[in-house]
């Protein structure tokens, strides 16, 4: 399956220094995210892995596109009741990220259409990067 870098990943990975420029595909095999060079990155589904690449794919840019917009709702800690335990049955994670980019994509989108009929936050600032095919 194939990753792309949707924000610039360079520093430290698995297998080294990396400094790979937005739009860098990588290979995701096993659950880790491999550079074009072969070296590993990072696990998919670490805070790396998330703050820097998506699959690529239709359903991978769209949700990248909804958590961009979600990250952005709710930094300015308004709508912290959102993640209350009661609201989250079965979930030991409370972390409000992993909360959002867990969720299965039907949910996701949901979710997101049901926080975006609320306020009015643009995706405008978000559209540049994330669009783009």
């Avoid at 990396?18 to 995210?33: A, D, Q, S, V, W």
């Avoid at 994670?93 to 609320?118: D, H, I, Q, V």
């Avoid at 643009?122 to 095919?133: A, E, K």
Wanted: proline share 3%; hydrophobic share 25%.
């Amino acid at each position: 399956m194939t990753y792309t870098a949707h924000k610039r990943f360079k520093g430290k990975g698995i297998g080294g220094d990396f400094n790979l420029p937005y739009g860098t595909k990588c290979r995701m095999e096993g659950g880790l995210i491999y550079a074009p060079d072969g070296r590993c990155v990072c696990v998919a589904t670490s805070e790396n892995g998330w703050e820097h690449f998506h699959e690529d794919s239709v359903v991978g840019n769209e949700r990248h596109r909804m958590l961009q917009w979600l990250y952005k709702y709710y930094s300015s800690g308004e709508h912290g009741e959102d993640f209350a335990e009661d609201k989250w049955p079965g979930v030991t994670n409370f972390y409000w990220k992993n909360l959002l980019r867990t969720m299965p994509t039907g949910k996701l989108t949901e979710y997101y259409n049901e926080r975006r009929a609320s306020c009015s936050i643009t995706t405008s600032s978000y559209t540049r990067s994330y669009t783009q095919t």
